[in-house]
């Protein structure tokens, strides 16, 4: 059985994540998102799904862009 890079637990049935190169393994989408998904830059909420982006800092949403001064958004895909 693999272990969680983020809990810990011994589970059957892990799954496997390549990401940026490296190999990561998980037993929940939950530990995953933990582990790989980006922070907004401004709240510093888990951007779960799309986001906007700027000079290669994303945002949760384009108010907390604004409020960092940011004009001129692009969804983050």
Not at 26 to 32: I, L, R, S, V, Y
Not at 42 to 66: K, L, M, N, P, Y
Request: with cysteine; hydrophobic share 40%; aromatic share 10%.
């Amino acid at each position: 059985m693999a272990i969680c890079e983020v809990c810990g637990n011994s589970y059957a049935n892990t799954f496997t994540v390549f990401f940026e190169g490296r190999e990561h393994v998980f037993d929940a989408f939950e530990c995953a998102i933990h582990a790989l998904a980006p922070r907004c830059q401004s709240c510093r909420c888990t951007v779960i799904g799309h986001g906007v982006e700027h000079d290669g800092r994303i945002f949760c949403c384009a108010f907390c862009a604004r409020k960092a001064g940011v004009d001129g958004l692009v969804d983050h895909n």
